[in-house]
């Protein structure tokens, strides 16, 4: 198999390389040139298979022989030990048919935890055996990070830096990356906003040169198709957990760079029922007002008490393009330089595909407070507000109540205790024992102007 670029400017890569890369030179996302099929029959017998071995079989055909398979199986099932629940992704059922799969019972209490814990094992997998050593930048408005932290604490041959906003994350967030210590793991404290850090990162991958000459940036936001690529696998899992590949479900999926919900879509391509999916949005909307009404034009950023959805510029919905358009690079160009001078509009065809699958939802913050308030009292189930979100849209967008509706809960609540107490809970939410000496531990990190040479200086020093 090939990783291609969308914008069909870039020579197609092999699996290591792909991992090991951020966007494509073109300016493109990386996506296999083919997408794998499995038959019912095939899905399926996979149904009593545990969560490390039905990865498994989601995730070899896009690894391709690249790694061989006992490898592969052994960094699976070494990536999910640290999941604090023998189910890995639990499915609670709240209402009649209405379910909740819970992805935070990783070491970061959020769903990235599944692609990120997996993304370290692979990287260190691949440097040891090329014996390459890399470097990792990212920036994060707080889930990201500390995923990206924990999965590449391990690793040996990796230096990894992540840019966050100084004084501009949750105090929890931000404890989880910086009370991580090991040599290899540096947190900047950029004096600026989420959308600076960006740049900085941005900046830094298309000009390399201040990096010493056998060192490159890898990227661990979803651009990385490993992040897409392991969330695959808990479509397939939920599914099996409810009747599937003979009964459909649905899945509302609360989103913000569209990954989590793109490998809803790829699980759907590659031959799991499934009927709906759910875009369930924060205020910033620009993902519902494009299915729903073609509007695809930026607005300025809202903080939201759904932070980690607070995003303009979804970079994944440019990988769901590319299939929508048959795969016409040209055409792809065109339209995100359309979206990039803030007018971005979908042809009638390509939309009416997309909403045979998708429907989407905008919840703004109250309403969201109100979700979680309801059902804590009336279940007794407390929802992060993301989850809240997803939770709210799946109401809304249903179309018939034969098939399982399962929400994405993409947060444990104590991550998020302005929402939550916003919500009526009577005091911070609980953190799960494995984290609760959390405000106990020793922080580390470094507050940088937001400052080229400063940031690249403190790289360079650190490598
Ligand atoms: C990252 C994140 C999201 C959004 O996921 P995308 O893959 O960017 O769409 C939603 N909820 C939580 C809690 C997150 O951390």
């Excluded at 055996?129 to 920036?139: I, L, S, T």
């Excluded at 929802?383 to 509706?405: F, K, Q, V």
Aim: proline share 5%.
């Amino acid at each position: 198999m090939k990783y291609v670029s969308t914008r069909g400017g870039s020579e197609p890569k092999g699996f290591e390389d792909v991992i090991l890369t951020g966007l494509a030179p073109d300016g493109g996302l990386f996506v296999p040139d083919a997408i794998p099929q499995f038959s019912q029959d095939e899905i399926a017998s996979w149904e009593n298979l545990s969560y490390q071995e039905l990865a498994l079989k989601v995730i070899t055909p896009f690894v391709d022989g690249a790694i061989p398979n006992e490898d592969l199986r052994d960094l699976i099932f070494e990536s999910y030990k640290t999941f604090r629940h023998e189910d890995i992704a639990p499915l609670v059922e709240l209402d009649d048919d209405e379910w909740v799969l819970e992805l935070f019972h990783g070491p970061t209490l959020a769903f990235k935890d599944f692609a990120l814990q997996f993304l370290g094992n692979l990287f260190d997998y691949i440097l040891k055996k090329r014996n390459q050593k890399v470097v990792v930048m990212g920036a994060t408005s707080g889930d990201t990070g500390s995923a990206a932290i924990e999965g590449c604490r391990h690793c040996e041959n990796l230096d990894i830096f992540i840019l966050h906003p100084h004084q501009r994350v949750s105090d929890v967030q931000r404890r989880q990356m910086t009370t991580v210590q090991a040599a290899n793991i540096h947190n900047i404290a950029l004096k600026g906003n989420f959308d600076d850090c960006q740049n900085m990162v941005k900046a830094s991958f298309s000009d390399q040169s201040f990096l010493p000459e056998d060192r490159q940036l890898v990227a661990v936001n979803s651009i990385n198709w490993a992040r897409i690529m392991a969330q695959i696998v808990y479509y397939f899992w939920a599914s099996l957990r409810l009747g599937g590949p003979n009964q459909a479900v649905s899945f509302s999926v609360p989103t913000g760079n569209f990954g989590d919900i793109f490998a809803g879509y790829l699980a759907h391509k590659m031959g799991l029922p499934i009927k709906q999916l759910i875009i369930a949005t924060n205020q910033n909307d620009i993902l519902h007002r494009c299915i729903s009404n073609n509007d695809h034009t930026t607005k300025p950023l809202e903080q939201s008490l759904a932070p980690s959805m607070d995003i303009m510029i979804s970079s994944n919905f440019e990988r769901l393009l590319f299939d929508l358009y048959h795969h016409d690079s040209e055409e792809i160009t065109r339209l995100m330089s359309d979206s990039k001078a803030g007018d971005m509009r979908l042809s009638d065809s390509a939309l009416v595909m997309a909403r045979e699958l998708f429907s989407s939802f905008r919840c703004d913050d109250s309403d969201m407070v109100e979700v979680i308030r309801k059902t804590n009292i009336e279940k007794d189930y407390l929802l992060d507000p993301h989850t809240a979100i997803g939770l709210l849209a799946a109401r809304n967008c249903r179309i018939d109540h034969d098939t399982p509706m399962v929400t994405l809960a993409t947060a444990h609540p104590a991550k998020f205790p302005e929402a939550v107490k916003k919500a009526g809970y009577p005091r911070d939410p609980e953190l799960p024992s494995h984290v609760a000496d959390l405000f106990d531990r020793d922080e580390y990190f470094t507050v940088l102007d937001d400052d080229q040479n400063q940031v690249h200086q403190f790289m360079k020093d650190n490598i």
